[in-house]
T-cell receptor, first 108, second 114 residues
Framework: DAKTTQPTSMDCAEGRAANLPCNHS???????VYWYRQIHSQGPQYIIH???NNETNEMASLIITEDRKSSTLILPHATLRDTAVYYC?????????FGKGTSLLVTP | DGGITQSPKYLFRKEGQNVTLSCEQN?????MYWYRQDPGQGLRLIYY???????QKGDIAEGYSVSREKKESFPLTVTSAQKNPTAFYLC?????????????FGPGTRLLVL
């Protein structure tokens, strides 16, 4: 599976959009990009995934560059409850490889 | 309610003791997983099972054992051979209808060694 690189931490003001970047320059053609988040002391929560096209659901939007070497998770109106560790995962097999993720702090 | 349950929430183990962590799902998912998380770290795969009566080792299987006798259940035993078992243990199951690896996680069990 391809390796991902994410910033260690980010801040975002409540009500503003949170844009979380992820680099996956070694991604192969059949590998999906997944995003999960983990609120402190809870199990991870699935957010969104995509292959080539941009995706949107009730939680977030996923923007994947045309060359698929990077992506951005967008939380359009961040709330305090969005404070969590966000994991970007590239996968083509039967399991997910979680790195350390980005710790997002949403401030009032 | 559909979902994944793990019990207990906290578990204490004495030196040399085997303990079993429970994971049950009523989502009718075929695949189930066990992960370990240490403080400040990501998740590491211990074991996974794609179907009843079949399971595969993950990255850190040494000192752990599993069984998959029923679709709904995937218990994890932490044996005395696991020398550093203190961690947060997470169970997950996979929804095949939402992409290759859309996994749903339980609330976790925190294991502490006395």
């Amino acid at each position: 599976d391809a390796k991902t690189t994410q910033p260690t931490s980010m801040d975002c003001a409540e009500g503003r959009a949170a844009n979380l970047p992820c680099n996956h320059s070694t991604i192969s053609g059949n590998e999906y990009v997944y995003w999960y988040r983990q609120i402190h002391s809870q199990g991870p929560q699935y957010i969104i995934h995509g292959l080539k096209n941009n995706e949107t659901n009730e939680m977030a939007s996923l923007i994947i560059t045309e060359d698929r070497k990077s992506s951005t998770l967008i939380l359009p109106h961040a709330t305090l409850r969005d404070t969590a560790v966000y994991y970007c995962i590239v996968n083509s097999g039967y399991a997910l490889n979680f790195g350390k993720g980005t710790s997002l702090l949403v401030t009032p | 309610d559909g979902g994944i349950t793990q019990s207990p929430k906290y578990l204490f183990r004495k030196e040399g003791q085997n303990v079993t962590l429970s994971c049950e799902q009523n989502l009718n998912h075929d695949a189930m997983y066990w992960y370990r998380q240490d403080p400040g770290q990501g998740l590491r795969l211990i074991y996974y099972s794609q179907i009843v009566n079949d399971f595969q080792k993950g990255d850190i299987a040494e000192g752990y054992s599993v069984s998959r006798e029923k679709k709904e259940s995937f218990p994890l035993t932490v044996t005395s051979a696991q020398k550093n078992p203190t961690a947060f243990y997470l169970c997950a199951s996979r929804d095949p209808g939402r992409g290759q690896e859309t996994q749903y996680f339980g609330p976790g069990t925190r294991l502490l060694v006395l």
